[in-house]
């Protein structure tokens, strides 16, 4: 079955850091998503992704963060410079078409800034 | 900004009894879709519902929309340990497109005692 995988399952960084969180989405789907999740807290969303450019994001989602699609398979998320608060785990997923279509998720990725 | 509200927060129940969880919101959405999280994993699908007033039947967890497609309910019957877990409700809007961007609730976390 295919799935989202991501990288790295944790990350510890300090805080200033720059971190890049990769993603690989299903391979037929065309819509790609960041999530995130503070520990307790719940799934937040971060900013979507379509042909090649953002189609929407959320407030979090500020000068700090980046996304791209360097080479047609891996979806990345940057962050500048790591804050304390930006410690979460972080969600790619991707979307099949249509209203009804089934997001798939990836395990995430556990960031932790020190 | 849409919000999803979900209750109970906590539930500890008995294996076999029945339980329903609701997810509300005074915002309108096309889809409204219920995951099931692991500890440590990423959200899991287990539904959409697109139509007010539909009815979806999972093995014993039958999952229903508003009329209004503003609200919906998760009920299982006779839960068993192993469907101890988080249960999110997640609102889909339609961006550009049909990029969609999902709104989640702060989710239900279920424990079944054996």
């Known amino acids: 079955e295919p799935e989202v995988t991501q990288t790295p399952s944790h990350q510890v960084t300090q805080m200033g850091q720059e971190v890049i969180l990769r993603c690989v989405p299903i391979s037929n789907h065309l819509y790609f998503y960041w999530y995130r999740q503070i520990l307790g807290q719940k799934v937040e969303f971060l900013v979507s992704f379509y042909n090649n450019e953002i189609s929407e994001k959320s407030e979090i989602f500020d000068d700090q963060f980046s996304v791209e699609r360097p080479d047609g398979s891996n979806f990345t998320l940057k962050i500048r410079s790591t804050k304390l608060e930006d410690s979460a785990m972080y969600f790619c997923a991707s979307l099949t078409e249509g209203l009804a279509g089934e997001l798939f998720f990836g395990e995430g990725s556990r960031l932790t800034v020190l | 900004t849409q919000l999803l509200e979900q209750s109970p927060q906590f539930l500890s129940i008995q294996e076999g009894e029945n339980l329903t969880v609701y997810c509300n919101s005074s915002s309108v959405f096309s889809s409204l879709q219920w995951y099931r999280q692991e500890p440590g994993e990423g959200p899991v699908l287990l539904v959409t519902v697109v139509t007010g007033g539909e009815v979806k039947k999972l093995k014993r967890l039958t999952f229903q929309f508003g009329d209004a497609r503003k609200d919906s309910s998760l009920h299982i019957t006779a839960a068993q340990p192993g469907d101890t877990g988080l249960y999110l409700c997640?609102?889909?809007?339609?961006?550009?497109?049909?990029?969609?961007?999902?709104?989640f609730g702060s989710g239900t976390q279920l424990t079944v005692l054996p």
């Open positions: 997640a609102g889909g809007v339609l961006l550009a497109g049909s990029a969609r961007q999902l709104t």
